[in-house]
């Protein structure tokens, strides 16, 4: 086993649009071009036969299909779509799935989200070229507003839609990063474990010549470095508007029935 490309389900009924992913799995695994090989990381015995059933190959990171990071009690359903169980980031699950990949024997991961789409095909040094970079590699993005004003560099993350891990004690590092600043995205974490790295930022051009840019991923809105080759983007899923109006409803119903029992 060598590289592999990595997606992940998590995620139950007190998450916004989780009725949706039944139809954004089955609808991901069916794009073409589709990058192989290709491997789910379900969590939840549920995610897992749902992405079966869509025809992934799947790997079981947990039992739980929404993972407790911070051992509180209160799961925080209410908060924000339900985007941050027990007071964290969800999004922090990328970590765990990666992670599970390559302790599951694969040597590399390519992460992509559900919405990252192949643009064309692979070229043949595709592995070889992300092997010689760091051990994470990311597309650095800027956010043009005050979102991240109070972290370290304010506005510039490594972007997540699609980003490369050959070290699963990164992710555990990652995670650790997650769970002192909770309320940030998993953006944030992975731009502060390369700042650590690099005992702070030291600019844009020092990001790319030490190889913790991600070279494959579209210069869309916001990416400020242009890819070695575009091969991966952002592309909704057919029907992705439609659904996120009705999984906003389907999910205020669901804790407004909850906080009236």
């Known amino acids: 086993m060598s590289g592999c490309f990595v997606r992940a389900l998590w995620g139950d009924e007190l998450i916004d ?10 609808e991901c695994r069916k794009r073409q ?41 209160e799961r925080n359903a209410g908060h924000y779509f339900g985007s941050y169980p027990w007071g964290i980031t969800m999004y922090a699950h990328k970590f765990l799935a990666v992670a599970a990949a390559l302790r599951a024997g ?26 010689a ?29 699609a980003f490369y891990c050959r ?3 990164v992710m555990d590092e990652c995670l650790a990063i997650a769970k002192q600043h909770p ?35 579209e210069k869309r809105h916001g990416m400020l470095i242009s890819p070695l080759l575009p091969l991966f983007g952002n592309q909704n899923l057919k029907g992705w508007s439609t659904m996120r109006k009705q999984g906003v409803k389907a999910w205020q119903k669901y804790v407004d029935d909850l906080e009236s029992k």
């Open 106 to 131: 694969w040597g590399e991961v390519v992460f992509l989200d559900l919405e990252t789409a192949m643009l064309q095909p692979l070229p043949g040094d595709f592995w070889q070229v992300l092997g």
């Open 183 to 217: 309320n940030c995205t998993e953006e944030v974490h992975m731009r502060l474990w390369m700042d650590r790295q690099t005992d702070g930022w030291k600019g844009e051009n020092h990001y790319v010549s030490e190889g913790y840019q991600f070279p494959y991923h």
């Open 33 to 73: 071009p589709q990058p192989e090989p290709s491997v789910l990381v379900a969590f939840g015995r549920r995610n897992a036969d749902m992405a079966r059933e869509a025809g992934w190959e799947v790997i079981l990171a947990s039992e739980e299909p929404v993972v407790n990071l911070t051992g509180k009690q």
């Open 167 to 169: 070290d699963p004690v």
């Open 133 to 161: 970079g760091q051990r994470l590699q990311c597309p650095l993005y800027c956010y043009h507003n005050k979102r991240y004003k109070h972290h370290e560099r304010p506005r510039t993350v490594a972007s997540a839609p």
């Open 17 to 26: 649009r989780w009725a949706d992913r039944p139809y954004e799995v089955a």
